[in-house]
Structures are given as structure tokens and as C-alpha cells.
């Protein structure tokens, strides 16, 4: 059996992972566990195209993880795992790249915790019980703000008192890395091209939504920032606001940062412009059924995603792709349409039929051929965990 790699992203009540051998991509066996820490937590198996999964009795991190242990030895899989990968959100400046994991390394991650409370410490709790369960085996951490640790500090810095960012780290960091790397590099095989000297914009659209220019490899700029709030509108999140918002909000609604904070985050973008829902598919039938503000909460989803690309074209002087990826990305025709529709003056010109099949787990290019390219791209971060995974551990991928 080929030596494969636990890929896990745990956050701080739910623990996704995928057993991945880094030389397909192939993965066996993956899952999820939820409500980790309560009354009702539960574990879901993915293997053969099958799902099933049972209640978990011991419902902490441990728990779930003993859970997959004996999943994995049930199915004979056990003894193929040679290391483990984590998905880390923040890495903040210190972690430029994937990293095997130490106690130093764990204290910086605890030490990031500061600028992604919702997210690091969740993660340490991952990493404590896989190395509890697989104590023999190399860890490595891989970072979501890694791959945008490249951009100049014109672009990382905000107009801010320059002490924000000596004392207290207040600086863009941008998010979505790993995929980002991902597309990037699978870019290079469908448009021919090195990746060294192709300048693209990639826009990674899910529930969580943000654009990033990849100049020869590397981003040079992206429109996430200290958190994953800013830039685009997203499922419910509001992306680019102006900062006086919250202090007239705080005032017309007798709320404190926190109620705020809440409100950017988790009642606006398209849930809160529809009223109706984050996911981008049910916009999609709710305005095609005549809903009014579903339809402008997507034109606003394209509008702000458009104008977001073509400013990202002014740190590389030009574009040779633009790539599409993640469930809206990879999924929507119609958001892809008008995006395109809306960046003609750059040189994009839609092959209707090409993007209308480009869907479900379709990858390939959506424009003309006299049309500079737009692609459409599966992303698989977990693939990408797994390769760095098996690197840093010594295995051959
Ligand atoms: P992700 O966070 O990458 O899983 O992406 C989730 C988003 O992808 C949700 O807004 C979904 O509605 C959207 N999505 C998935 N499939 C489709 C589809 N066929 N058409 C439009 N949006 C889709």
C-alpha cells in the first residue's frame, strides 16, 4: 500500500479530515466530526462512494480522532498512514511555508491565535491529538497566509499608524492560500505557459470568496486582508465596507464591536442584501423565480468581484489568465458570465457554451480562443497539504 497522508483541518467543533495518497490525490477515506464538545457529537465516514456514521461517545477532539483510528485499522488502512497534515488559518509573519511541527512551532501558532481566535485554537487542539494518536509520526502544519507572505509592503501595509503594525501585528495578511497554490500551478498545465512568467488573477469563490495576482508563482497581492473579512461580498459576510460604519452602527443600533463585528460577519453579503440565504445556488432559482434582491445580491456579488480583478491587474501590469475555483467558482456559470461580461475592456470574451458545460467537477477554459484565458479549476487543498505533508515528512510523492 502506497504510504498516504491524514490531511486534517480541525476547527475548534468540528474535525475534517481525508486520508490522501500525495502521489494521485486519490483519498480512500475522509470524514467529518461535528459538535465536538457537545451533548450530540457525531462522526461521518466517506469510503467507496459510501457514507455512513454513528454518534460519538467520547465527543472531544480525542474522541474523534481515536474514532478515525479505529476506522482506518477496520478498513486496513492504518498501517498506510506515514504522517499527518493540518490545515493552519493563520501563520501570521513568522510561517512562510509549510513547516514540520515542534513544540516551538506549536507555541507560534499559539502565538497567531491572537489574529484568528475563531480559527488557531482549534487547530492546536488537532494537533495535540493526532500527536497523541500517531506519536511516531512526522506533523506538518500548512498555512493558509503562507503563500501571500510574498507581497510587497505596499500592499501588506494599511494607512494606519505605522505602530499598529510594529506593536500589534495589524497588517494584511490574505487567506486561501493553499488553494491559491494549488490552481496556480494546475493553471500552468492548461495554458501551456511557465508558471515564472504567467500573471494571472485567481479568484476563489466559495462561501468564504477572495481574488488574489500570481505574479511568476507568487502573490503579489490579494483582497483578504487582516481577516478574512475583507475584499469581496461573501455567503454572509459583508467584505469592504467603510470603517465609519461602525461607529454609526454602534450608535443607531446600540450595539458594542462584538454586535458588530457579528453583523459583518454572519448577516450580511448575500444572506444579508437576498434576506434570503448565503448559498450562491439558491440565489441563483430565487431570481430566476423573480426574487428582487436575490437578483441584486448576486449583481453586487459580481460587480465588487470584477472591479476587485482588474484592480488586481495593476500590481503585475497585465494578465495572461484568470482562473475560477471553489463551489461558486468551479459551479456557476451565470456568475462566471457576468464577470467576464463586465471585464471585456481587458480582453476577456465568454465561450458561452464552454462555460455552461464547464460545471460539477468540469475544469477547462471559458473563453474564446482571440479572448485572453479564463479557466475554470477544481481546487483540492487537501492535495496540496498532502504533498507539502509528505516533502517536509521525506516520503516520495
Ligand atoms: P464552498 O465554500 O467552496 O463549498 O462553496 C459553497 C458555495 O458554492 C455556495 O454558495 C454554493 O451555493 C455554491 N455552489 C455550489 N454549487 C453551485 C451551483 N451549481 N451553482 C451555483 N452555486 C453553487
Known amino acids: 500500500?502506497?504510504?498516504?497522508?491524514?490531511?486534517?483541518?480541525?476547527?475548534?467543533?468540528?474535525?475534517?479530515?481525508?486520508?490522501?495518497?500525495?502521489?494521485?490525490?486519490?483519498?480512500?477515506?475522509?470524514?467529518?466530526?461535528?459538535?465536538?464538545?457537545l451533548a450530540d457529537a457525531s462522526i461521518t465516514f466517506r469510503h467507496d462512494g459510501e457514507k455512513n456514521g454513528h454518534p460519538l461517545q467520547d465527543g472531544t477532539h480525542s474522541g474523534a480522532m481515536k474514532a478515525i483510528i479505529d476506522k482506518l485499522d477496520?478498513?486496513?488502512?492504518?498501517?498506510?498512514?506515514?504522517?499527518?497534515?493540518?490545515?493552519?488559518?493563520?501563520?501570521?509573519?513568522?510561517?512562510?511555508?509549510?513547516?514540520?511541527?515542534?513544540?516551538?512551532?506549536?507555541?507560534?501558532?499559539?502565538?497567531?491565535?491572537?489574529?484568528?481566535?475563531?480559527?488557531?485554537?482549534?487547530?492546536?487542539?488537532?494537533?495535540?491529538?493526532?500527536?497523541?494518536?500517531f506519536p511516531a509520526l512526522p506533523q506538518v502544519a500548512v498555512f493558509d497566509t503562507?503563500?501571500?507572505?510574498?507581497?510587497?509592503?505596499?500592499?501588506?501595509?494599511?494607512?494606519?499608524?505605522?505602530?499598529?503594525?510594529h506593536d500589534h501585528a495589524v497588517r494584511r495578511y490574505g487567506f486561501h492560500g493553499t488553494s491559491y497554490r494549488f490552481v496556480?500551478?494546475?493553471?500552468?498545465?492548461?495554458?501551456?505557459?511557465?508558471?515564472?512568467?504567467?500573471?494571472?488573477?485567481?479568484?476563489?469563490?466559495?462561501?468564504?470568496?477572495?481574488?488574489?495576482?500570481?505574479?511568476?508563482?507568487?502573490?503579489?497581492?490579494?483582497?483578504?486582508?487582516?481577516?478574512?473579512?475583507?475584499?469581496?461580498?461573501?455567503?454572509?459576510?459583508?467584505?469592504?465596507?467603510?470603517?465609519?460604519l461602525f461607529n454609526y452602527l454602534a450608535s443607531a443600533l446600540d450595539l458594542d464591536t462584538q454586535g458588530v463585528t457579528d453583523l459583518l460577519n454572519r448577516q450580511s453579503g448575500l444572506l444579508?442584501?437576498?434576506?434570503?440565504?448565503?448559498?450562491?445556488?439558491?440565489?441563483?432559482i430565487a431570481a430566476a423565480n423573480g426574487h428582487e434582491a436575490a437578483r441584486l445580491a448576486l449583481d453586487i456579488f459580481c460587480y465588487?468581484?470584477?472591479?476587485?480583478?482588474?484592480?488586481?491587474?495593476?500590481?503585475?501590469?497585465?494578465?495572461?489568465?484568470?482562473?475560477?475555483?471553489?463551489?461558486?467558482?468551479?459551479n456557476s456559470a451565470a456568475i462566471r458570465a457576468q464577470v467576464i461580461g463586465l471585464l471585456g475592456f481587458l480582453g476577456f470574451?465568454?465561450?458561452s457554451p464552454a462555460n455552461e458545460r464547464t460545471i460539477r467537477g468540469k475544469a477547462g477554459r471559458i473563453t474564446t480562443q482571440r479572448s485572453v484565458p479564463a479557466l475554470v479549476i477544481n481546487t483540492n487543498e487537501e492535495d496540496m497539504i498532502a504533498r507539502d505533508t509528505a516533502r517536509l515528512a521525506g516520503l516520495a510523492a
Open 272 to 284: 444579508g442584501l437576498s434576506g434570503l440565504s448565503n448559498d450562491c445556488r439558491e440565489l441563483e
Open 304 to 330: 465588487r468581484l470584477a472591479k476587485y480583478i482588474a484592480a488586481l491587474v495593476v500590481p503585475m501590469g497585465r494578465i495572461d489568465a484568470l482562473v475560477f475555483t471553489g463551489g461558486i467558482g468551479e
Open 184 to 244: 496556480s500551478t494546475a493553471a500552468v498545465d492548461m495554458l501551456g505557459k511557465p508558471l515564472e512568467e504567467t500573471a494571472m488573477v485567481c479568484a476563489h469563490l466559495g462561501n468564504g470568496a477572495s481574488a488574489a495576482a500570481v505574479l511568476g508563482g507568487r502573490s503579489v497581492d490579494t483582497s483578504m486582508g487582516l481577516t478574512p473579512l475583507e475584499g469581496l461580498v461573501m455567503g454572509s459576510r459583508s467584505g469592504d465596507i467603510d470603517p465609519g
Open 74 to 133: 477496520e478498513l486496513g488502512l492504518a498501517d498506510a498512514v506515514a504522517a499527518v497534515g493540518h490545515r493552519i488559518v493563520h501563520g501570521g509573519e513568522r510561517f512562510k511555508e509549510s513547516i514540520l511541527i515542534d513544540e516551538d512551532v506549536i507555541l507560534g501558532i499559539g502565538e497567531c491565535s491572537r489574529l484568528a481566535p475563531l480559527h488557531n485554537p482549534g487547530h492546536l487542539l488537532g494537533i495535540r491529538s493526532a500527536m497523541e494518536s
Open 1 to 37: 500500500m502506497n504510504p498516504s497522508i491524514l490531511v486534517i483541518n480541525c476547527g475548534s467543533s468540528s474535525l475534517k479530515f481525508a486520508l490522501t495518497d500525495p502521489r494521485d490525490g486519490s483519498t480512500p477515506l475522509s470524514g467529518l466530526a461535528e459538535k465536538l464538545g
Open 146 to 165: 503562507a503563500f501571500h507572505q510574498t507581497l510587497p509592503e505596499r500592499a501588506y501595509r494599511y494607512a494606519l499608524p505605522a505602530s499598529l503594525y
Open 349 to 351: 470574451e465568454l465561450d
